[in-house]
């Protein structure tokens, strides 16, 4: 039974009646440009194979009822304002996009994607009940109606759910096209699909969850965000995207985060020239100098991605680095698929040997976006 059935059948054992359809959206995994999505920067994520769906039926009384299991279930009224906990990435959709003649839902929820792991479960949900709401209320899908999806969906997650992310996950999880990575651009919202089949050339996008508990609204996210914009006003230019050099800027600390924003970005424009000529295996430098950037100049990594990370170099691995928002969740490998296993057990060694969670694998393979399913 794949996840749709799954959430298909779920939602007749909860609500007793068939849903109107079902939906899903990827999981994501950047393979490089962190943190600059908010700074006008470029990104090159793929989608994953692994998908949150959505079974949901309309109803007319202002009424959202959300289960998902594992999670608390949420009954509540659309015409509040605020919603807390986990239904608030549905509730949050709905709010921004406002569809004609939408006045609540029964949904139901399941999902291969990973929760804290760093791989965008959230962007998932918005995703899927996005493209759920939108074909029910007539809303166009084609590229434009997508991009306006994926801007209610960081709308969404920013203003309503609390969690200050720049858009990329949201974008991929809409745009994503199977066999290509997609790169974005944030100062003038163009994207290009490139084509990447790591499997082609006899390699692996191994993601290594640390099992170490990810989340976006901690603040943690939003600090590093701010120094950011701090640093730009310093710089006197509209993004980050516009600066050579961090030297003007005085304060030591400042001066690391524009250094790791302004040289991440430099390394997306190599990383998408390498894909271009199908040169994938030249990416594992680049993802060894990201991840260097993101732990000393930006500070988000931590013990359990460092421990991988190192593991997997150490053990051959082409190339490595966190992804994600940092402070915990998942790491990627680019590797021969010859050492795929050698690498699981040296990261899974290396984390025993430090008394850290056990890791848990998966393989990236590119995929596509949010659709019914």
Known sequence: MNIGEVARSSFVAEFGSE??????????????GEHVDYAGGLCLPIALPQVTAVALRRRADHRLRVRSAGFEAADLDLRDRRVDGWAAYVAGVIWALEPPGFTGADVVVASEVPVGAGLSSSA???????????ELSGLPLDDDGRERLAVACVRAEN???GAPTGGLDQRIALHGRAGHALLL???????EHIPFDAGAQGLTVLVV????????????YGHRRSEVEEATQLLGVGTLREATSAGAIGDPTLRRRARHVIGEI???????????AGRIRDLGPLLDASHRSLRDDF??????????VDAAVAAGGLGAR????????????????????????????AAARRDLPAPAFLCATASGGARRC
């Open 19 to 32: 849903p109107e359809g079902c939906w899903c959206a990827p999981g994501r995994v950047n393979l490089i």
């Open 124 to 134: 998932a949900l918005e995703t899927a009940v996005a493209v759920a709401i939108a």
């Open 159 to 161: 203003d309503y759910a």
């Open 185 to 191: 651009d944030f100062a003038d919202h163009s994207s």
């Open 209 to 220: 969850d640390t099992g170490t508990g990810h989340r976006l609204a901690d603040g943690q």
């Open 266 to 276: 430099a390394r997306v424009r190599e990383a998408a020239e390498f894909l271009r």
């Open 299 to 308: 500070e988000v990594s931590c013990l359990e991605l460092d421990t991988a």
């Open 322 to 349: 966190m992804v994600g928002g940092g402070f915990g969740g998942s790491a990627i490998v680019l590797c021969e698929d010859s050492r795929v296993d050698r690498v699981r057990q040296a990261v899974a060694a």
